[in-house]
Structure formats: structure tokens, C-alpha cells
């Protein structure tokens, strides 16, 4: 298929996606339709781009995108894999009356049983003409399925180049003018959201603090489930931050990244800035993680722990030495495998193999 018209379909677009979508533009013939506004997101606006009129039903919403598909007549829809987008039943019923080829773009199925709903989307995935996951973990455990045609992408940031602070003299000025006062310092940095556990977080980083009082943390982030860090001295909190320059100083003052629930893409920002994740196992009742969480390699990039006991023992004793090889494998996975090329090629990849 040369230069095939693609139409994307998305509950939302956040900023950080955007630069996945352009790199596309200049290889095919994009169009992006989403359903949603956040105003915890950076707006992003592209002339591929144009938010279409939807509708709630509960957690389910409808996307009216049905006049897009006859404006468009796309070769290929790309749709967001969840039961809850009520559009894409239809898509897949009219996807041979306006002949395109429908591809399902999921995060795969979680460890546990499958539920009711997996199994409804399993079905969407088997009707479909081929699903690409987000991870390649994901694309992995979904190959018992038997699904026709699938892939992966690996999910990822585009990441500016920043140097990083890495003069010990450097860093210990910068810290003074940001009143950082901590010798080794953690870094949480995400939206503040029910699924992140943030009472859990600061419940975590207070006991880490009263056994190593060095240790202190800087939080870059804003949210409504947001705690209220005003009272302590050892938390750093700068809110948003969506100047780079101001957060990639942040980044490189920080020694590892802490995130107990629900790791999700700012795991790359971390591994990019050599700061190891530590976090909780998914296997603990109440703790679940998106799927960049098989991202983590136990005792090789990160550090995940069976308990909030362990978690806090293993970082107030924290040794530097192990801190540095876990940061330099972190980097690592990021710069050889989780690069914005990477992801842009592995769909690519695809398309052509449709």
C-alpha cells in the first residue's frame, strides 16, 4: 500500500504524544481524531489534528466519527482498544462496507484472570485486521491468544537533549539556589492521580526520611489528588513544570526516581537522567502498574520491592555504588531500545506488513 491514508482515533492527545504523530506525518498521510480535553495536559494543536463531538455513557463514551470516515476514506483506522469506546463495535461492523483495514491499538491484558470486559476485547482484537501493543511484554504474552497479525511499539517519550549535571561542585550550587538542601535526593514526577496512591507516596517518603535523614525529594507534578507537602522541609515540590531546561536541571539533581503505584511513561524521563526506579511489586494486593512497568528489570534498572517495608529499608541504606550501575543500565535500556526513532519505525514496520 503506497503513502496509505491513516486515520487515528484517541480518546485524547496529550502533549508528550504529539511528537510521535509528526514524525508520522512525514511518512504518511495522517489524520488524528480524538473525543476528549484534559486540562491537566499541554495543548497540542497540528493540522492532522481535530477533536470530533462524543458522547458519555458512564465510563463509556461514543466518538462521532463517522463523518471523518467518509470525508477522509482512509485506507487504515486506528482505534484505541478499549470496550468502553462504544464506537469502535461499529467500526469493526463497517470497516468492509468502507473498506479500510481496522487496527486496534492496546495495552495488552493484564497478569490477572481475565475479566468479563478482557474477554469482550479479546473478541474486538479477533474481528479486527491486527492489533499493535504498547509494549513488546505486552505483544509477548498476547501471542497465546492467537490473534491475526500483531506488533508492538514500545512505548516512549521523545526526549530533548539536555546535558546533564554530573560536576559534583555543579550540582551542589544549583542545589543551594534551589534551597535543596538533602545529600542524596529521590524524584517523583507524574500528575498527581487516584491510580499514583499519592497518601501511600508521602507515607513512604516521611518513614524513608525518619531512618536517613540525608535523603530528601524532589516532586515535579500537580494534580487534585496532590497532597499537601508545605510541611515538609525535606520535600521539594515545583509543581508542573513544563519548561525543559528548568526540568532537566531538576532531573540531574535527583539520585533515583520513586513511584510505588502505577509506573507509567515518566519512567523514561528517569532512565534517561540515569535515576534508577524504585517502586512496589504488582503482586501486591491494591498496587498495579501501566504497562511500562515491564520496562523494570529487578536488581538491573530499578529496584522493585514485595512490601512497603522493604521499600523504605532498601532506600534509606541506600549505597551509592549500586545506585550508579542501576542508573547506568537505565540509561541504557532507554538510549539502545526505547528511542522516539524506535517506536516511529516499529509502526512503520507494520503498516507495511498490512
Not at 496512591?197 to 516521611?206: G, H, S, T
Not at 551509592?320 to 512503520?348: I, Q, R
Request: glycine letters at 4%; charged letters at 25%; one cysteine or more.
Amino acid at each position: 500500500m503506497k503513502n496509505p491514508k491513516i486515520l487515528f482515533i484517541q480518546p485524547l492527545i496529550p502533549h508528550y504524544r504529539a511528537p510521535f504523530f509528526d514524525r508520522l506525518s512525514g511518512r504518511f498521510n495522517i489524520f488524528v481524531r480524538y473525543g476528549r480535553a484534559d486540562s491537566g495536559f499541554e495543548t497540542v494543536e497540528r493540522k492532522y489534528l481535530k477533536r470530533v463531538k462524543n458522547i458519555k455513557f458512564g465510563k463509556a463514551e461514543f466518538f462521532f466519527v463517522f463523518s471523518e470516515l467518509i470525508k477522509i476514506k482512509p485506507d487504515i483506522v486506528v482505534t484505541y482498544g478499549e470496550v468502553k469506546q462504544l464506537s469502535n463495535i461499529i467500526l469493526l461492523l463497517i470497516r468492509k462496507i468502507f473498506c479500510f483495514k481496522l487496527i486496534i491499538w492496546s495495552h495488552g491484558f493484564k497478569d490477572k484472570e481475565m475479566t468479563l470486559i478482557d474477554k469482550f476485547r479479546l473478541m474486538e482484537m479477533h474481528f479486527s485486521d491486527g492489533v499493535i501493543f504498547y509494549t513488546e511484554d505486552c505483544y509477548k504474552d498476547a501471542a497465546k491468544y492467537n490473534l491475526n497479525k500483531t506488533s508492538y511499539l514500545n512505548n516512549t517519550l521523545e526526549l530533548k537533549k539536555t546535558e546533564m549535571i554530573s560536576s559534583v561542585d555543579e550540582k551542589d550550587i544549583i542545589k543551594k539556589n534551589f534551597n535543596i538542601k538533602t545529600e542524596l535526593n529521590g524524584l517523583f514526577i507524574s500528575r498527581f492521580t487516584q491510580v499514583k496512591a499519592p497518601e501511600l507516596l508521602l507515607e513512604i517518603m516521611k518513614r524513608i526520611h525518619e531512618k536517613n535523614n540525608n535523603i530528601g525529594f524532589i516532586i515535579i507534578g500537580q494534580g487534585d489528588c496532590k497532597p499537601d507537602f508545605s510541611d515538609y522541609d525535606f520535600i521539594y515540590d515545583f509543581g508542573r513544570i513544563y519548561e525543559n531546561n528548568k526540568k532537566a536541571v531538576l532531573l540531574s539533581l535527583a539520585d533515583f526516581a520513586l513511584m510505588p503505584r502505577w509506573i507509567g511513561l515518566s519512567v523514561i524521563e528517569s532512565f534517561a537522567y540515569k535515576l534508577p526506579m524504585f517502586t512496589l511489586s504488582n503482586k501486591m494486593k491494591n498496587i498495579e502498574h501501566s504497562v511500562e512497568y515491564f520496562y523494570l528489570k529487578h536488581n538491573v534498572n530499578c529496584y522493585i520491592a514485595n512490601d512497603t517495608n522493604e521499600l523504605v529499608l532498601k532506600i534509606a541504606n541506600i549505597d551509592k555504588t549500586e545506585l550508579t550501575n542501576l542508573g547506568n543500565n537505565a540509561y541504557n535500556l532507554v538510549n539502545e531500545e526505547l528511542t522516539m526513532d524506535n517506536m516511529v519505525n516499529n509502526f512503520c514496520s507494520f503498516i507495511e506488513m498490512l
